[in-house]
Protein backbone atom coordinates (compact mmCIF):
# COMPACT_ATOMS: atom_id res chain seq x y z
CA UNK A 1 0.00 0.00 0.00
CA UNK A 2 1.41 3.45 -0.72
CA UNK A 3 2.93 5.16 2.69
CA UNK A 4 1.24 9.03 2.35
CA UNK A 5 1.39 11.79 5.07
CA UNK A 6 -2.30 12.65 6.42
CA UNK A 7 -1.25 15.81 4.11
CA UNK A 8 -0.75 13.85 1.00
CA UNK A 9 -3.90 11.55 1.03
CA UNK A 10 -5.78 15.37 1.84
CA UNK A 11 -4.62 16.28 -1.25
CA UNK A 12 -4.86 13.33 -3.08
CA UNK A 13 -9.13 13.14 -1.45
CA UNK A 14 -9.28 16.96 -3.29
CA UNK A 15 -8.07 16.10 -6.47
CA UNK A 16 -10.11 12.91 -6.82
CA UNK A 17 -12.97 15.47 -5.77
CA UNK A 18 -12.71 18.18 -8.31
CA UNK A 19 -12.13 15.07 -11.26
CA UNK A 20 -15.14 13.90 -10.04
CA UNK A 21 -17.05 17.05 -10.13
CA UNK A 22 -15.74 17.91 -13.25
CA UNK A 23 -16.58 14.85 -14.77
CA UNK A 24 -20.45 15.13 -13.28
CA UNK A 25 -20.38 18.54 -14.41
CA UNK A 26 -18.28 19.51 -17.06
CA UNK A 27 -18.21 16.93 -20.00
CA UNK A 28 -22.12 16.84 -19.78
CA UNK A 29 -22.21 20.41 -20.72
CA UNK A 30 -19.88 19.95 -23.27
CA UNK A 31 -21.78 17.59 -25.15
CA UNK A 32 -24.98 19.33 -24.54
CA UNK A 33 -23.05 22.75 -26.74
CA UNK A 34 -21.58 20.13 -29.58
CA UNK A 35 -25.20 18.84 -29.92
CA UNK A 36 -27.16 22.03 -30.35
CA UNK A 37 -28.45 22.12 -33.50
CA UNK A 38 -27.31 24.26 -35.94
CA UNK A 39 -29.54 26.28 -37.91
CA UNK A 40 -29.31 26.57 -41.65
CA UNK A 41 -30.92 27.88 -45.15
CA UNK A 42 -30.64 24.26 -46.29
CA UNK A 43 -29.56 20.75 -43.56
CA UNK A 44 -26.20 19.86 -44.00
CA UNK A 45 -26.67 16.62 -45.29
CA UNK A 46 -28.36 17.80 -48.46
CA UNK A 47 -27.04 19.27 -51.72
CA UNK A 48 -28.77 22.38 -53.63
CA UNK A 49 -29.60 22.01 -56.68
CA UNK A 50 -31.48 25.35 -57.75
CA UNK A 51 -32.87 28.30 -55.95
CA UNK A 52 -35.59 30.44 -57.91
CA UNK A 53 -35.71 34.58 -56.69
CA UNK A 54 -38.08 36.97 -58.01
CA UNK A 55 -36.65 37.26 -61.52
CA UNK A 56 -33.65 35.43 -61.58
CA UNK A 57 -32.60 31.63 -60.93
CA UNK A 58 -29.51 30.47 -59.72
CA UNK A 59 -28.98 26.78 -61.40
CA UNK A 60 -26.08 24.18 -60.85
CA UNK A 61 -25.12 23.73 -64.84
CA UNK A 62 -22.66 20.40 -64.49
CA UNK A 63 -20.01 21.72 -62.25
CA UNK A 64 -20.92 25.35 -62.79
CA UNK A 65 -23.41 27.42 -60.98
CA UNK A 66 -24.63 29.99 -63.30
CA UNK A 67 -27.07 32.82 -62.48
CA UNK A 68 -29.89 33.13 -65.24
CA UNK A 69 -30.86 35.47 -66.55
CA UNK A 70 -27.47 37.23 -65.95
CA UNK A 71 -27.28 40.39 -64.00
CA UNK A 72 -26.18 43.75 -64.74
CA UNK A 73 -24.06 43.79 -61.07
CA UNK A 74 -21.67 41.40 -61.28
CA UNK A 75 -22.38 38.23 -59.29
CA UNK A 76 -20.46 35.12 -58.89
CA UNK A 77 -22.57 32.88 -58.84
CA UNK A 78 -20.51 30.35 -57.38
CA UNK A 79 -20.13 32.43 -54.10
CA UNK A 80 -23.54 32.73 -54.48
CA UNK A 81 -24.05 29.15 -54.25
CA UNK A 82 -21.58 28.52 -51.29
CA UNK A 83 -23.58 31.16 -49.37
CA UNK A 84 -27.14 29.52 -49.55
CA UNK A 85 -25.41 26.04 -48.65
CA UNK A 86 -23.45 26.87 -46.08
CA UNK A 87 -24.64 30.10 -43.98
CA UNK A 88 -25.51 29.85 -40.30
CA UNK A 89 -28.88 31.35 -38.89
CA UNK A 90 -29.59 33.15 -35.31
CA UNK A 91 -32.96 32.42 -34.19
CA UNK A 92 -34.28 35.30 -33.06
CA UNK A 93 -37.90 35.95 -30.45
CA UNK A 94 -40.26 38.09 -32.71
CA UNK A 95 -44.17 39.08 -31.61
CA UNK A 96 -46.56 37.65 -34.31
CA UNK A 97 -47.27 39.92 -36.81
CA UNK A 98 -49.82 39.37 -39.26
CA UNK A 99 -49.20 42.48 -40.87
CA UNK A 100 -45.73 41.62 -42.08
CA UNK A 101 -45.23 41.66 -45.55
CA UNK A 102 -42.32 39.88 -47.18
CA UNK A 103 -39.68 41.98 -49.18
CA UNK A 104 -37.96 38.92 -51.23
CA UNK A 105 -38.92 34.99 -51.56
CA UNK A 106 -36.52 32.11 -52.60
CA UNK A 107 -37.53 28.91 -54.06
CA UNK A 108 -34.90 26.64 -52.80
CA UNK A 109 -34.90 23.38 -54.61
CA UNK A 110 -33.18 20.33 -53.46
CA UNK A 111 -31.72 16.93 -54.60
CA UNK A 112 -33.61 13.90 -54.10
CA UNK A 113 -36.98 16.02 -53.14
CA UNK A 114 -40.17 16.59 -54.90
CA UNK A 115 -41.01 19.98 -52.75
CA UNK A 116 -38.90 23.34 -52.40
CA UNK A 117 -38.04 25.17 -49.54
CA UNK A 118 -39.46 28.92 -49.35
CA UNK A 119 -37.89 31.22 -48.09
CA UNK A 120 -38.92 34.78 -46.74
CA UNK A 121 -37.17 38.12 -46.37
CA UNK A 122 -38.68 40.52 -43.91
CA UNK A 123 -37.91 44.02 -42.97
CA UNK A 124 -37.27 44.17 -38.85
CA UNK A 125 -39.34 46.11 -37.14
CA UNK A 126 -36.71 48.49 -36.48
CA UNK A 127 -34.96 49.97 -39.76
CA UNK A 128 -32.43 52.15 -38.01
CA UNK A 129 -29.76 48.95 -37.19
CA UNK A 130 -30.05 47.24 -40.69
CA UNK A 131 -31.05 43.80 -40.17
CA UNK A 132 -33.68 41.40 -41.49
CA UNK A 133 -36.05 38.62 -40.42
CA UNK A 134 -35.84 35.31 -42.34
CA UNK A 135 -38.63 32.74 -41.88
CA UNK A 136 -38.78 29.44 -43.63
CA UNK A 137 -42.29 29.50 -44.78
CA UNK A 138 -45.04 27.26 -42.74
CA UNK A 139 -42.98 28.02 -39.84
CA UNK A 140 -43.41 30.72 -36.75
CA UNK A 141 -39.06 30.50 -36.28
CA UNK A 142 -37.65 33.53 -37.31
CA UNK A 143 -33.78 34.33 -38.09
CA UNK A 144 -31.73 37.07 -37.87
CA UNK A 145 -29.59 38.48 -41.00
CA UNK A 146 -27.59 41.23 -41.79
CA UNK A 147 -28.21 44.07 -44.41
CA UNK A 148 -24.76 42.25 -45.90
CA UNK A 149 -26.42 38.66 -45.56
CA UNK A 150 -29.70 39.99 -47.11
CA UNK A 151 -27.85 41.28 -50.20
CA UNK A 152 -26.03 38.31 -50.76
CA UNK A 153 -28.47 35.81 -50.46
CA UNK A 154 -31.56 37.56 -51.61
CA UNK A 155 -29.89 39.75 -54.52
CA UNK A 156 -31.55 42.50 -53.25
CA UNK A 157 -30.13 46.32 -52.74
CA UNK A 158 -30.74 46.27 -48.94
CA UNK A 159 -29.67 50.37 -49.13
CA UNK A 160 -33.49 51.59 -49.93
Known sequence: MLKLSRR???NVLIFAVLILMF???GIPQRLQQLNAPEHRLIPLD?????VAFADQRLIKAGPQWQLQPALQKQVDATQLALAWQYSLLTPVSVAADKSRVPIAQASVQLVGQNAPL???LYPAMDTS??????QQAGQSQFYQLSAAQAAQLFLV???E
Open 129 to 134: NGQFLL
Open 23 to 25: ALY
Open 118 to 120: IWL
Open 46 to 50: TELLM
Open 8 to 10: NWN
Open 157 to 159: NTA
